[in-house]
């Protein structure tokens, strides 16, 4: 997208004086006043022609970090192409501070995120005046950026619930081994017992120093498991400041609750589509609040405590 561009106040210096030359050395005769005038007109049409031409053959690359949080300020690598003596440019979306150099150009613009989502593509905004500061040309680029960037909510700081406490299982279900292969473990760890050997075990459960007195092998027998966790359910139809505030809110829960070596079971609706899944940790909880949605979220698995999170 262009703009149709501004003068400046040499564009009226120009015209003023071509029109007036030309005016008056028509009116005395003297070719020499004429031929000024003429020269000023000269200088006012190549002045705006010149960042026309100039800046339709820029064009942008651009690259951003993957993953990123509202309000968190970040770097995007700019690449421009084509040679304009002077340019100056800014990001839009929001609209950033303008940045002056010469085309072609590599370097690093700042950026705040300003809103959740999933950014696609970014906008940067030209503009040049360039050689003679006649007209300021206006150019705005969509740039598709080569790798989608997750915008995800800032944790509002929320505790862990006490909906996900501390809680013990013989056997952890599927749903537990999926989402924390490596168990949740505290007190857990200590040893209930020891038993006799049988067929199977693994050779690291074996208790050496009770094997050599009894004269025959037994193992350990730890405490069951404990699984610390939580299901959150995030349903965001709303008014758009709660449904932002109802996903910070769920940022902080789930970090929270990874933070503490919990598990989080996370149900939003993506796409319009429900989803259930569990996260890996907060990279990926954030990327999953970046694409959540109005809609119906999906179904927490059962025997799982349940936090719901709405708008």
Do not use: K
Not at 156 to 182: H, I, K
Not at 253 to 273: D, K, M, Q, S, Y
């Amino acid at each position: 997208m262009s703009g149709p561009g501004e003068l400046t106040l040499t564009s009226i210096v120009l015209f003023t004086l071509g029109a007036y030359g030309i005016a008056s050395g028509a009116a005395s005769g003297e070719q020499g006043v004429v031929a000024i005038g003429v020269f000023a007109f000269a200088l006012f049409v190549v002045g705006i022609v010149w960042p026309i031409v100039m800046l339709s053959g820029v064009t942008v690359e651009v690259w951003a970090p993957a993953d990123v949080m509202v309000g968190e300020r970040h770097d995007v690598h700019l690449r421009l192409h084509g040679r304009v003596a002077r340019v100056e440019l800014r990001l839009l979306d929001p609209p950033g501070q303008w940045w002056m150099t010469a085309s072609p150009a590599n370097g690093l613009v700042p950026r705040v995120a300003a809103r959740r989502g999933v950014v696609s593509r970014l906008r940067v905004e030209l503009r040049t005046s360039a050689p003679l500061g006649v007209f300021v040309r206006t150019r705005v680029v969509t740039v598709a950026l080569p790798h989608e960037q997750s915008v995800a909510p800032h944790p509002d700081g929320s505790p862990v619930p006490a909906e996900a406490a501390p809680r013990y299982q013989e056997r952890p279900n599927d749903a537990v081994r999926l989402a924390a292969p490596t168990a949740v473990r505290g007190v857990a760890d200590s040893v209930r017992a020891v038993r006799p050997y049988v067929p199977g075990d693994s050779a690291r459960l074996v208790h050496w120093p009770t094997s050599a007195r009894r004269g025959t092998l037994v193992v350990r027998e730890y405490e069951p498991t404990m699984v610390v966790g939580v299901a959150l359910v995030v349903e965001l139809s709303g008014a758009a400041d709660a449904v932002e505030h109802a996903a910070s809110r769920a940022a902080g829960i789930g970090v929270a609750t990874l933070n503490a070596g919990g598990v989080v079971w996370c149900c939003t609706c993506e796409g319009g589509r429900p989803l259930s899944a569990p996260v890996t940790d907060a990279r990926d909880l954030g990327r999953r609040l970046a694409r959540a949605g109005a809609g119906a979220p999906g179904t927490p698995p059962a025997g799982w405590p349940v936090v719901t999170v709405s708008a």
